[in-house]
């Protein structure tokens, strides 16, 4: 079964307001990405962090890499109805293995 | 640029039957990737590649599953003896990089339906 969790597993908010999803996984990743797949699409990529306490902005977008590189989260400010979709966290971890979260919906509504 | 391509996007099996499913990577990409993506669920790793190498197969579910990428480009998955639980999106990404570390490039998948 998959190491990495996510929460929530759906965010359903209004257009303008903030969105937050966690990610935390069971052991030390080396990093963590963050894809969004739209819905009938695929996982698209967003972003990498590396470094223990690393934060990066991408826009509307904050993504956070915890102290102890176990845990993760990202932060949409001002939601817009572009921002639907599944939000999946993803990261190298124990047994030298690729482990993606089980994601969070997100339904913006207009 | 042409990103990952994958072949059929959909494929409907009766149980029992054999399906190949294609995955064609960003032209120069040298490790590939496959996972499979129950409905509502974050993809599952099934095989890497690095060029025509299988360096990993832990991800496989079971002997009825075989991967190949015999030239280093493209690669298909195999299902043998489709069972209703191989139902599912199966997807395949390539990466520029050598490690499994890095960033990924997803193709659009195929859907996977065995009745």
């Known amino acids: 079964g998959q190491q990495v969790m996510q929460i929530p597993q759906y965010q359903h908010v209004q257009e303008g307001e903030d969105f937050t999803t966690y990610c935390n996984s069971s052991t030390t990743l080396s990093n963590i990405q963050w894809y969004k797949q739209r819905p009938g699409g695929h996982p698209v990529f967003l972003i990498q962090?590396?470094?223990?306490?690393e934060v990066k902005k991408q826009k509307r977008l904050t993504f956070q890499f915890g102290e102890a590189k176990k845990n993760s989260s990202l932060h949409i400010t001002a939601t817009q109805t572009t921002d639907v979709g599944t939000y999946f966290c993803a990261g190298f971890g124990g047994f030298n293995k690729f482990y993606f979260g089980s994601g969070t919906k997100l339904n913006v509504k207009p | 640029g042409a990103g990952v391509s994958q072949s059929p996007r959909y494929k409907v099996a009766k149980r029992g039957q054999d399906v190949a499913l294609r995955c064609d990577p960003i032209?120069?990409?040298?490790?590939l990737f496959w996972y499979q993506q129950a409905l509502g669920q974050g993809p599952e790793f099934l095989t890497y590649f690095q060029n025509e190498a299988q360096l990993d197969k832990s991800g496989l579910p079971s002997d009825r599953f075989f991967a190949e990428r015999p030239e280093g480009s493209v690669s298909t998955l195999k299902i043998q003896r489709t069972q209703q639980e191989d139902s599912a999106v199966y997807l395949c990404a390539s990466s520029p990089h050598r490690t499994q570390q890095e960033t990924q490039y997803f193709g659009p998948g195929t859907r996977l339906l065995v009745l």
């Open positions: 032209s120069g990409h040298v490790s």
């Open positions: 962090l590396v470094k223990s306490g």
